[in-house]
């Protein structure tokens, strides 16, 4: 089998990258046979051809069978430690992925996933509400609460969202108390804050693109601790509701007894689309990818009960459709603000590929420690692991905790080093030359493509280059007495 199209210089270069980059986290597993399941387990999600789970991965990489058991109790093995693997991956892309910067920022993108999950012994599995206007979805389901969080790379017309991290955000607030446990009271909105900051940390000043959902006042008392505390800013681009209210600035304290005013008269801001209609300003900018003719007013004022934090509001107008953004960071341009916002949708692009792709969220982690789940739990009722109080249950429920968070992780490496393939292959590939395309894209390569590519001639890779860490880890576990491995090989 030859490489059509392409050189072999190129295929050299891609192999080394996934080479380089896992290598990398040798450093964080105790054990070698760890390190091995991990690089293992991250190129079989990256070729993987269907969602069964491990099986899927000895399937497509041809491994023994022997593996499977060894692969899954590596989920929730101790030699491992997610935090150690969580900032190394952040340093990976930092160092080895070309991100995009506004100015001296990076951009953080923010947001929550709900995935549907049957399981009633899976921890973390709570009834949700569903915000979506899909009409598909069920008003409620029961499954996991996921905060993702992902950052900026490449350029206008190539982005992607790079995943840094996905962690479980709700329904394990009961184990906040149990020995070894890493879960905190916080909310999802403050957890966002705090994976964000941490992120930030590693890649300096950062902007983080968050909806609506996120303008709280909690969320800006935490963000203002924690800019306080460290060494870098994080400020936060997002969308406020059309009810919001604000504050102009308070007027100079008058003479006499009493403490000075904090805020002056209020400000319902969807009124200023009529009041302020001659100071808004028309122009012409690129939003999604289309050239769009918009109208736009900024103003600062002061927002939150009892906070009263001076927030850069800018409403927009686009073809009859009002939108009201807000910025903590005043020294922002009110087009830079629209167009930071509009790249917010890309981490809805990078759930879709996660799930679709990767298969992220096909995962089924359990513990028969864990109490069953009822589906008509009344108010006031104790949770399942409110009813857990022996420590070697709360030590296994635990365990399928950190392997759900674990699997969560490796699907972000795995993704996030194919958008970085796709990125720096712009000019250089195109989707038709992998497989074809009824409407082909114009800018880089889809992740699902290129997954195709590299399941078609991985094994080819490895031959060219045997040398590699990633192709001997492979071959030391692939079953070569197998039919499979004989039709490779023919």
Not at 2 to 15: D, E, G, R
Not at 80 to 100: E, N
Not at 254 to 277: I, Q, Y
Request: proline share 4%; charged share 25%.
């Amino acid at each position: 089998m030859s490489l059509p199209y392409f050189s072999v210089v190129y295929h050299t270069i891609m192999l080394n990258f996934i080479d380089k980059v896992l290598c990398q986290f040798e450093s964080c597993f105790s054990r070698k046979a760890s390190f091995r399941w991990f690089v293992t387990i991250t190129i079989g999600f990256m070729l993987r051809s269907d969602k069964l789970g491990v099986t899927s991965v000895i399937r497509d990489l041809a491994l023994s069978p022997d593996c499977y058991l060894s692969m899954i109790h590596f989920f929730r093995a101790s030699s491992w430690s997610l935090d150690a693997i969580r900032r190394r991956w952040f340093c990976v892309v930092d160092g080895s992925f070309p991100l995009y910067k506004e100015g001296n920022f990076h951009i953080l993108v923010g947001d929550g996933v709900k995935q549907s999950k049957e399981g009633r012994r899976m921890p973390g599995v709570k009834k949700l509400f569903q915000e979506s206007e899909n009409s598909a979805k069920p008003d409620y389901i029961h499954g996991h609460m996921f905060g993702g969080l992902g950052i900026l790379a490449g350029n206008p017309g190539n982005w992607a969202c790079i995943p840094l991290s996905i962690r479980l955000h709700d329904g394990l607030q009961a184990a906040h108390s149990w020995k070894g446990a890493s879960v905190s009271h916080a909310s999802h909105v403050l957890k966002m804050i705090g994976d964000a900051y941490r992120a930030a940390q590693t890649f300096g000043d950062c902007i983080l693109l968050l909806d609506r959902y996120f303008l709280t006042v909690p969320a800006l008392g935490a963000l203002n601790a924690l800019n306080r505390s460290g060494r870098v800013r994080l400020e936060i681009v997002t969308k406020a509701k059309k009810s919001c209210t604000a504050f102009e600035k308070p007027a100079p304290k008058r003479p006499g007894r009493g403490r000075p005013p904090k805020k002056g008269e209020a400000v319902h801001l969807k009124e200023l689309f009529e009041t302020c209609k001659e100071q808004f300003v028309e122009t012409r900018m690129e939003l999604y990818g289309k050239q769009e003719i918009i109208r736009y007013y900024s103003v600062d004022l002061l927002w939150g009960q009892r906070l009263y934090q001076e927030l850069r509001f800018v409403l927009v107008e686009i073809n009859g459709v009002q939108s009201i953004l807000a910025g903590t960071c005043l020294g922002l341009e009110p087009l830079s603000i629209i167009r930071l916002y509009s790249y917010r949708f890309r981490i809805e692009c990078t759930f879709r590929e996660l799930k679709q792709q990767t298969g992220a969220f096909c995962y089924h982690f359990w513990s028969k420690h864990m109490p069953k789940l009822s589906y008509y739990q009344k108010a006031g009722e104790p949770g399942p692991l409110e009813q857990v109080e022996n420590e070697r249950s709360r030590k296994n429920i635990l365990k399928a905790v950190r392997a759900t968070e674990m699997r969560m992780m490796i699907s972000c490496i795995a993704m996030g080093i194919l958008q970085s393939v796709s990125v720096c292959s712009v000019g250089e590939l195109s989707s038709e030359q992998l497989r074809y395309q009824r409407a082909p894209s114009r800018g880089r390569v889809s992740e699902a493509a290129l997954m195709v590519h590299l399941r078609k001639y991985f094994f080819l890779f490895m031959e060219k280059q045997p040398e590699l860490r990633i192709t001997q880890i492979i071959r030391e576990q692939q079953d070569t007495s197998g039919i499979y491995w004989d039709s490779l090989a023919s």
